[in-house]
DNA sequence: TTGTAAGCGTTATCAA
DNA sequence: TTGATAACGCTTACAA
């Protein structure tokens, strides 16, 4: 069943049929209803490669993430939808799992094609790589920015600030000896921008930087069990814990409970990013909220314009963040 | 940059670089080599959408989800990726928000020749719909199979007896007042044959089933905590709870833990599919196992199965799950 | 208002 | 072993 069939079977040609198809050109009513009767009783459907061949775009976006886990990307991902689709683009979802191999096999759907542009999550592959894609094929990073090696559009917040947000709201709350739990991979840059923010915001309180409290812990509560565990049997432990995500933060929490400590009296725990768990612990985390929703739309905007003109050049959107306070730090007394 | 151009820079035809992309036909070692290099320096790739055209096939797969907030999908995706990709089929996701319209949108991509099957979680559009597109296209069901009056291949496990051991392991800790949270969306039949295992498990252990001890309670922590409150209010409170979701147990622990009451020694809890959050509640969660990585890999396997001869007649592949005993329900004694 | 036909980039048939 | 060419299904000048 295809486009000829139709035009066959209505007693029209290939051309009416797709102007009715498409609402272009003019079409007599008649006609026009002919078409459509037959399209509706022979169930037809416009075959996209046909056209994507013709029209040399796809209409597809596509949303790179490194892991479906996270539960962090799910509200930025629907905003993606809704934006991309108020815009007649659909969007397709690819995880990576952080292999470089497989980013650049989805990377390839825009060599090939198959996509009109692609919006990423932190990848793996080199700033070599990501600045070749850019120079060429509309792309957009979603919640980092490269460091100076990188030149490409983003949206994002502004990561160091956040960080510093939090340890002046620990300070506020009275704490001078402040832990902190962060990553260390390589190229994620707001991890490093999280580190100067956590530094500066010591710094401005005038609390010296003390190494035993900074400790690298990957995204997942088991590690920051164990990091807790090492924090707590410091000569001088921590009065506040900046986890620097939501599920280390819980791991934290697990921890104190499981050892005697009170979460929230004896010892203060901060996440980041507000996803769902934060809200599951007894009790739930004070933590750093993105802008999910206006990440997705800003990002999925920003890469239809780049589509639609490719001659524009690269920009970069920073959002701003909000602190969120709950049970897991003591109320301001 | 398309094939022509690297057939003239190489000084032969289409059809013979044709051959080398895809190592088909016969060519001349010097001339493979004279190819290889130009499509090497000029870094040219095939167009798929052309060659879709020509193939009349996509080599994609959609792998199609309610949410993405979801952590139970995460392992399952993994795996279909992995085994797609063994297969030399890529993986597209595609989140439908339960939203028919876009659910029919996804599934669209199968008639406009964009994907060559469909591998997909609980839908939301009719069962006529879902008959309809099984009968033309290569469809699978993964974690969920209809009523009788769905005709699709399936892969799942057997939820009736999941929960029926599940009830089975509360009794044989001694308990007699076995409360239940569960969904009762409609379609959702795994929600109805855990409730009948749920029935069977008290029954075979001669409790009489409780209205008041079943609570309709959908996938949300928030829920099942207000849905916790209900049960602990009653005259005669349960004595172990089982939450039918993950999250819905964190919820019941949260409450549980608010209100002075011990989970896993007052009140035992159980919860459903072994995601992250039952390791991350303090203690941590007793829940079913599904079998992820298989699930993923069987549904893949027949999907393509199905792909490559059209004539293959629907099945059903039912896998083993387990019960894993943890924190939130008290040990033998 | 309608139809003819070229062309999008590829693969595969067939002849050389 | 190679190359010319038709075909895949569609959109869109252009001509009628």
């Not at 470089?100 to 759907?109: G, L, N």
């Not at 707590?232 to 933060?249: K, V």
């Not at 599951?280 to 589509?307: D, F, M, N, V």
Request: hydrophobic share 35%.
């Amino acid at each position: 069943m295809d486009i000829k069939e139709v035009a066959r079977l209505s007693g029209t040609s290939v051309a009416t049929v797709s102007r009715v198809i498409n609402n272009s050109g003019t079409v007599s009513p008649e006609r026009r209803a002919r078409v459509q009767k037959v399209i509706e009783q022979t169930g037809y459907h416009p075959n996209h490669v046909g056209r994507n061949l013709r029209t040399q775009c796809s209409q597809k976006l596509l949303v790179m993430m490194p892991t479906i886990s996270n539960p962090f990307y799910s509200d930025i991902i629907v905003s993606c939808e809704e934006h991309a689709r108020a815009n007649d683009y659909g969007v397709l979802l690819a995880v990576t799992n952080r292999n470089p191999q497989i980013e650049r096999q989805y990377f390839d759907m825009l060599y090939t094609k198959q996509v009109d542009g692609v919006l990423s999550f932190l990848p793996t592959i080199s700033p070599q790589e990501i600045n070749r894609i850019t120079a060429e094929y509309p792309f957009v990073a979603c919640c980092w920015r490269g460091d100076e090696r990188i030149n490409a559009s983003y949206v994002c917040i502004d990561n160091e600030r956040a960080a510093y947000d939090m340890v002046a709201y620990l300070v506020s709350l009275g704490h001078r000896r402040i832990a902190a739990l962060n990553g260390s991979y390589p190229g994620r840059t707001y991890e490093i921008e999280r580190e100067a923010g956590y530094r500066k915001g010591l710094a401005h309180a005038g609390i010296p930087y003390r190494e035993e409290y900074y400790l690298k812990c990957d995204y997942s509560h088991t590690e920051a069990y164990q990091a807790a565990d090492r924090l707590m049997h410091l000569p001088e432990p921590p009065t506040a814990i900046f986890a620097m995500s939501d599920d280390r933060a819980a791991g934290v929490i697990k921890y104190l409970w499981e050892h005697g400590y009170k979460p929230g009296v004896d010892v203060d725990v901060a996440g980041f990013d507000n996803v769902t768990v934060s809200e599951i612990t007894t009790p739930s985390i004070t933590t750093i909220a993105q802008p999910c929703a206006q990440l997705g739309k800003e990002a999925i905007l920003l890469l239809i314009a780049r589509i639609k003109d490719p001659s524009m050049s690269n920009k970069g959107i920073i959002l701003a963040h909000s602190l969120i306070a709950r049970g897991s730090t003591r109320t301001i007394s």
